[in-house]
């Protein structure tokens, strides 16, 4: 069975420094995998994707996040950090072991808090 | 612009009375979720309708119910709430066509059950 795991339940950074926020995941075959955020009372927004490719991948508000297959990672970073960035990221992945009219089914890592402080 | 919406945002209910969340989209995706999230948690898959096709999760208590009148709309049906049914509720659709395999959310209902 496929997983991804968020270690950190919470980040905390300054304003203006570089943010990582982590995910690891376990599929077989090629992972397609994505970054998720949420602010408060709100739903997820999608901020990007890895699904082939080079293996940096740039998405919303300035954020990009680094596959790693030999890490089986795929952390979430952003060089400098604003406070309005303080929400929570949910990392997912695809699930691969579905079939029929399983549509785009996601697994979610649990989530990781930002908080960025001025 | 192309989206997902959900009425009501905020929803408050009696233990055990009938509620009804709607959610509709204008993306023309052929592939519509539930999902209910709990305080902060990853969402949870209640079913997903793949056109007019109906997948429920194993998990999926007989409570929730959902139809999909057409390909914009689609209905959470709570037959009889309970104090545990308090949560957020996140539609999303998707088209299943790749490279497109993200999914896009609406804003969410929150249920309170009184």
């Known amino acids: 069975a496929q997983s991804v795991a968020q270690p950190e339940d919470q980040v905390n950074v300054a304003e203006g420094n570089p943010l990582t926020v982590k995910c690891t995941y376990s599929?077989?075959?090629?992972?397609?995998l994505f970054w998720y955020v949420q602010y408060p009372n709100r739903g997820l927004q999608f901020l990007l994707k890895y699904i082939t490719g080079d293996n940096l991948v740039k998405g919303s508000y300035g954020f990009e996040a680094e596959f790693n297959k030999s890490q089986t990672s795929f952390h979430l970073k952003k060089p400098s950090a604003l406070v309005s960035d303080s929400a929570l990221y949910f990392c997912a992945v695809r699930d691969m072991g579905r079939r029929g009219n399983a549509g785009n089914m996601l697994t979610f890592g649990g989530g990781t808090r930002l908080m960025v402080k001025p | 612009d192309a989206m997902v919406i959900q009425n009501p945002r905020y929803q408050v209910t009696q233990f055990g009375k009938p509620v009804t969340l709607s959610c509709s989209q204008t993306?023309?995706?052929?592939?519509m979720y539930w999902y209910q999230q709990k305080s902060s948690q990853a969402p949870k898959l209640l079913f997903h309708?793949?056109?007019?096709?109906?997948?429920n999760e194993a998990d999926t208590p007989d409570n929730f119910q959902s139809r999909r009148p057409n390909t914009s709309f689609c209905f959470l049906d709570i037959r009889s709430p309970g104090l545990g049914d308090a949560a957020m509720y996140l539609c999303?659709?998707?088209?299943?066509?790749?490279?497109?395999?993200?999914?896009?959310f609406g804003p969410g209902t929150r249920l309170t059950v009184t």
């Open positions: 993306l023309n995706h052929n592939v």
């Open positions: 309708y793949y056109d007019k096709d109906f997948n």
């Open positions: 599929v077989s075959g090629n992972p397609y």
């Open positions: 999303a659709t998707s088209p299943d066509r790749a490279p497109y395999y993200e999914q896009y």
